[in-house]
């Protein structure tokens, strides 16, 4: 299911959401647990200390560091919590644990996950906009 690339916006930059949406539906629609999470991230960066000892990103073989969201469908499948974007064609395995963790797993080394939203279904935005987490919306992740 993941990989029907006919599902709007598999494949597309700038497209995560409207696929994340999208295949959230499939899988309630299937009876799969499922949840739609954005998050904000930096990459490309290394760390780097100057010689007053301020800390900065620098550029990572030769790449300026950058700022963005994503967002993603985790689902469940035989115990297992998996992670899939519109860009992968397999979806990834990933630690069940909070959301920002799991989005950090999934992003990985070089990416640094600065806050992670699970969406309701029945409030998804018309936008990419990345939010803290909510005791509310926590406490529905948990229930998942």
């Known amino acids: 299911m993941a990989k029907d690339s006919s599902i709007p916006g598999k494949g597309k930059v700038g497209q995560c959401l409207p696929f994340a949406m999208a295949l959230q539906k499939k ?31 620098q550029p990572a073989f030769g790449t300026a560091a950058g700022r963005g969201s994503h967002a993603v469908v985790m689902y469940d499948d035989g115990g297992r919590t998996y992670v ?11 630690h069940n644990a909070a959301p920002m963790q799991m989005a950090q797993q999934f992003s990985g080394i070089n990416t640094s996950v600065k806050m992670a939203r ?4 029945e409030s998804a935005p018309k936008t990419t906009s990345v939010a803290k987490m909510t005791p509310h919306l926590a406490a529905r992740f948990a229930a998942n």
């Open 27 to 57: 899988f309630q629609a299937a009876g799969i647990a499922s949840r739609v999470v954005v998050y904000g991230y930096e990459a490309g960066g290394v760390p780097t200390t100057d010689a007053t000892g301020d800390v900065s990103a």
């Open 84 to 94: 899939m974007d519109n860009q992968s064609w397999t979806p990834q395995w990933v």
């Open 118 to 121: 699970v969406l309701p279904v």
